[in-house]
């Protein structure tokens, strides 16, 4: 498997993990001149962005290190933008990260990070 298709299932299965937790995804790659959400869900009232990483190896670095202040003042744009563009009134955003750690082409370790940043204004 290439790194897009690794990636493609990692947003897969994160997407299926959140329903199950019921949740409700509404968006997948969604797209504004700030970036790309991996994900975008309601849980309850409120909007998560969800950022999923998906790593074969950590021989570049954890899944978790990649979500850096850079990345994540550029998610935090990307929920300004959103909320913005469906005209949703004040609601609470959170962020969330999902890293999958792959074990085999059928298995994987996946971890939920809820809130895990806070994007000061």
């Known amino acids: 498997m290439d790194t897009q298709e690794?990636?493609?299932?990692?947003?897969?299965?994160?997407?299926?993990?959140?329903e199950r937790?019921?949740?409700?995804?509404?968006?997948?790659n969604w797209?504004?001149?700030?970036?790309?959400?991996?994900?975008?869900?309601?849980?309850?009232?409120?909007?998560v962005l969800v950022e999923v990483k998906t790593r074969t190896t950590?021989?570049?670095g954890t899944a978790e290190a990649a979500v850096t202040p850079v990345k994540q003042r550029r998610i935090a744009r990307i929920a300004e933008?959103?909320?913005?563009?469906?005209?949703a009134q004040p609601c609470g955003?959170?962020?969330?990260?999902?890293?999958?750690?792959v074990l085999s082409p059928s298995r994987?370790?996946?971890?939920?990070?809820?809130?895990?940043f806070v994007v000061e204004a």
């Not at 937790?21 to 997948?28: A, D, I, N, Q």
């Not at 933008?81 to 005209?87: N, P, R, S, V």
């Open 81 to 87: 933008a959103y909320l913005a563009h469906t005209g």
């Open 108 to 116: 994987a370790l996946l971890r939920h990070h809820k809130a895990a």
């Open 93 to 101: 955003v959170r962020f969330d990260v999902i890293t999958l750690r």
């Open 6 to 18: 690794i990636g493609r299932r990692g947003e897969d299965a994160a997407a299926a993990y959140l």
């Open 21 to 28: 937790c019921g949740m409700t995804v509404v968006e997948r």
């Open 58 to 60: 950590d021989a570049k």
């Open 31 to 47: 797209r504004c001149t700030s970036g790309e959400a991996d994900i975008i869900a309601l849980d309850g009232t409120e909007v």
